[in-house]
């Protein structure tokens, strides 16, 4: 992934500190710098460089299988799988995401509410 230059792939490759909370052969998660939840974690694809959830191909289907269950193993693993978690992919800026890396937000550690309305 050396021509992927996105913040998230420079933690990739190690080239900026970041607290790694898992990772495997396709997936690397670490916590969010600017966490909304005290546990925020994302879990990006290690291999590919997705820019948007709508830049999905079908045969990447089983990529984001994966960072699903990586978000999901790590909630068991930490513990708070039982009292409920959150899973999130914003797509595009209208929607929050401001690294062009597909990558999925789990948030938990608390009652998270609901969603509010868009602005």
């Known amino acids: 992934m050396a021509d992927n230059n996105t913040l998230f792939g420079k933690i ?69 799988a039982q009292d409920g978690y959150r899973v999130v992919i914003n797509c595009r800026e209208h929607a929050g995401q401001t690294v062009f890396h597909l990558h999925l937000h789990l948030l938990a550690g608390g009652h998270l509410g609901r969603f509010g309305t868009p602005h």
């Open 12 to 80: 990739i490759r190690r080239e900026i500190p970041a607290t790694i909370v898992y990772e495997d052969d396709d997936v690397l998660a670490f916590k969010d710098i600017a966490p909304q939840a005290p546990v925020h974690v994302l879990f990006v694809p290690k291999n590919e460089l997705i820019p948007t959830m709508d830049d999905l191909q079908p045969a990447q289907a089983a990529l984001v299988g994966k960072l699903v269950l990586a978000a999901a193993e790590y909630a068991r693993r930490e513990g708070f």
